[in-house]
């Protein structure tokens, strides 16, 4: 996943981006989210590549693993 994704406080202030990018992994995971294929990225971003795509879905999982938050009861 790191060789995909740098983090560099004088790059997007910081916020983990596709290496050698200024595109925010958050960036990715929202479009994906709001229903984006990622053909449909790989368009829009010529200078990025699938594996990059699934390094910011990998960056994802690892933060939620990592990182435990309770979440509040949904009552029905």
Known sequence: ?????????????????????RIPVHQILQMLANGDTIEELLEDYPSIKREDILACLDYA????????????????
């Open 61 to 76: 999982g690892s933060l939620a693993e990592e990182q435990l938050s309770p979440l509040e009861a949904v009552e029905n």
């Open 1 to 21: 996943m790191f060789e995909r994704i740098s983090i560099n406080s004088k790059i997007c202030h910081g916020q983990a981006c596709i290496k050698g990018t």
